[in-house]
């Protein structure tokens, strides 16, 4: 039994939802913040940032040598209150529900990164702005949410570049015809239909539920057969990526060997060395602590020593004061000064004798 599969196209985005912004959704209850580590942000770009890289020079040409009353000073705002366009349009991508896939998918997970890596060469003139993936919904399902700025050129009337989706998706080849095949329900067939390819290029049936559309006449018949082809050829190229991608990764596990078989060993080789310096290290380091204790201990010595000398020196000094004071005494110093006296003559008298 297959799954079911959605790329169902709205007229709002909502970043701060996407993105997780904590006032935002504190108060939404169907989100598990315990699996916020589940999402992934591919493409996160402010729409008023985009709107000043996609059509700020447009914006600037237009606004040239108007009066100021005539210009439009902020082309997001322009837009934002316009009532028939919308500054950013979003698709919301699913495949399967919470009973077949639920939020631990990684397969499918792959599929919509897949989806969304090609979005831009499917969709040249639908600028994304927005990847989101969502798996933080315990109730619910994996899905992406796909923040996208139709850009339409070659206007006469305003700036040349515009944000127009029936005219950016003209331009990629989907031309309304009737009010029940417009360019935007042909544009969500293909979208789908890509999707579906890259499904059952992993395996995964889709199903197709029942619908009560009306009887397609000849000539939608044969524009929905054409349409088909368009899709079959978008499948054929995912397929063949998908196997470009497998051989890719066999090549890698190759070249992943010959490196272990390579690098391994001179890996080993090296920490050999390094073992060796590291044993010369420590052999070095316990000679330099057996030096180090010896100095400490020659170094203990010579401080008792020094303590010796000082109270020797102190006593010696305490003798002196004693003796100083003993010959300063009125009935000593006449005694001292001929006993000096007598020394300094006999000095002389050998130094004359010499």
């Known amino acids: 039994m297959g799954k079911t599969i959605s790329t169902h196209n709205g007229s709002a985005a909502h970043r701060d939802h996407n993105i997780r912004t904590p ?4 108060n939404q209850t169907h989100i598990d913040k315990t699996l916020a580590d589940r999402n992934e942000i591919l493409i996160d770009e402010p729409p008023r940032e985009a709107y000043k890289r996609i059509f700020g020079e447009a914006l600037a040409e237009y606004n040239t040598g108007k009066r100021a009353d005539r210009q439009i000073a902020d082309y997001y705002d322009h837009v934002y209150k316009d009532a028939k366009k919308h500054p950013v349009y979003e698709m919301v991508v699913q495949i399967g529900d919470r009973n077949d896939t639920g939020v631990n998918a990684p397969t ?3 599929i919509i990164k897949q989806f969304i890596s090609h979005w831009h060469d499917r ?3 639908l600028e994304l702005i927005g990847a989101y993936i969502h798996a ?4 619910g399902t994996l899905h992406a949410h796909l923040d996208y700025i139709p850009v339409a050129r070659g206007y006469t009337k305003g700036l040349k570049i515009q944000n127009g989706l029936d005219r ?3 331009q990629q080849g989907f031309k309304t015809e009737s009010i029940n095949n417009t360019a935007q329900i042909k544009w969500e067939a293909r979208e789908n239909a890509v999707l579906e390819g890259i499904c059952q290029a992993y ?3 889709v199903d197709h539920p029942k619908t009560n559309r009306p009887h397609l006449n000849t000539a939608e018949f044969k524009e929905y057969a054409e349409q088909r082809k368009m899709y079959q050829w978008d499948i054929d190229m ?3 990526e998908q196997v470009a991608y497998q051989d890719e990764i066999c090549e890698l596990k190759i070249r992943s060997e010959m490196l272990k078989q390579d690098i391994l060993p001179a890996l080993e080789n090296k920490k050999n060395i390094l073992r060796g310096e590291i044993d ?6 316990e000679q330099a602590n057996a030096e180090l204790s010896e100095l400490t201990a020659q170094i203990s010595d010579t401080k008792l020593e020094l303590e010796v000398v000082r109270e020797t020196v102190k006593k010696e000094r305490e003798k002196l004061t004693l003796f100083e004071k003993f010959i300063s005494l009125p009935q000593v110093k006449p005694l001292w000064d001929r006993f000096c006296e007598s020394l300094r003559l006999k000095s002389k008298d050998r130094e004359r004798d010499r």
């Open 123 to 125: 969709n040249p003139n």
């Open 238 to 240: 995912l397929q063949s």
């Open 108 to 110: 499918e997970r792959r």
């Open 136 to 139: 933080d919904e315990s109730d």
């Open 203 to 205: 395996g995964i049936e």
């Open 23 to 26: 006032s935002v959704v504190e």
């Open 168 to 170: 950016a998706l003209e």
């Open 280 to 285: 010369v290290l420590s052999a070095t380091k």
